[in-house]
T-cell receptor, first 113, second 112 residues
Framework: NAGVMQNPRHLVRRRGQEARLRCSPMKGHSHVYWYRQLPEEGLKFMVY????????ESGMPKERFSAEFPKEGPSILRIQQVVRGDSAAYFC???????????FGPGTRLLVL | ELKVEQNPLFLSMQEGKNYTIYCNYSTTSDRLYWYRQDPGKSLESLFVLLSNGAVKQEGRLMASLDTKARLSTLHITAAVHDLSATYFCAVDQETSGSRLTFGEGTQLTVNP
């Protein structure tokens, strides 16, 4: 049973470009969470999704950030017009049900030049 | 707003010694988790603690939960170099819709 998969693992963008981060949850998991980890800090919640629904986006910046989890395919975190402050590791986690252990993917490390 | 605090944030210890990492949280919680993160890697789930007085052990690590004190501990027994990593506690609440609130992490270095 494959774990949570994320791609790309590393992403370099110039200021003003778009970044698209993908997450495929573990088999049988329909709940997806995105977290951001700034250097030397803990993880901060961004958004919680189920298939085709955003359940909680209270941690998402109001502008430039969006997330989706379509009926088919991976969940996508999209960052438009990236700035240097967006440089961070972005982790996706999945769970089978609400309030069960979240299993984390390997992360995407975004560097904005 | 739920706050989670860990201490110490940095811990350097010698192999063979014992030590405890503390995790305090500010409001009632439904679940408390401990995760391990190696440099540049993802988070590995270590323990899930669900009720007051819960104690779980895996190898040289033992986690406990006191919901009345809003405190969890991660005890390390006879540390070995392989335990060097950053350890995070995380809390979720039903009222927060399953999102995890993480502590700042404790960076543990075990010296030979």
């Amino acid at each position: 049973n494959a774990g949570v998969m994320q791609n790309p693992r590393h992403l370099v963008r110039r200021r003003g470009q778009e970044a698209r981060l993908r997450c495929s949850p573990m088999k049988g998991h329909s709940h997806v969470y995105w977290y951001r980890q700034l250097p030397e800090e803990g993880l901060k919640f961004m958004v919680y999704l189920q298939k085709e629904n955003i359940i909680d986006e209270s941690g998402m910046p109001k502008e430039r950030f969006s997330a989706e989890f379509p009926k088919e395919g991976p969940s996508i975190l999209r960052i438009q017009q990236v700035v240097r402050g967006d440089s961070a590791a972005y982790f996706c986690a999945s769970s089978r049900r609400n309030q069960e252990t979240q299993y984390f993917g390997p992360g995407t490390r975004l560097l904005v030049l | 707003e739920l706050k989670v605090e860990q201490n110490p944030l940095f811990l350097s210890m010698q192999e063979g010694k014992n030590y405890t990492i503390y995790c305090n949280y500010s409001t009632t919680s439904d679940r408390l988790y401990w995760y391990r993160q190696d440099p540049g890697k993802s988070l590995e789930s270590l323990f899930v603690l669900l009720s007051n007085g819960a104690v779980k052990q895996e190898g040289r690590l033992m986690a406990s939960l006191d919901t009345k004190a809003r405190l969890s501990t991660l005890h390390i027994t006879a540390a070995v170099h392989d335990l060097s990593a950053t350890y995070f506690c995380a809390v979720d609440q039903e009222t927060s819709g399953s999102r995890l609130t993480f502590g700042e992490g404790t960076q543990l270095t075990v010296n030979p």
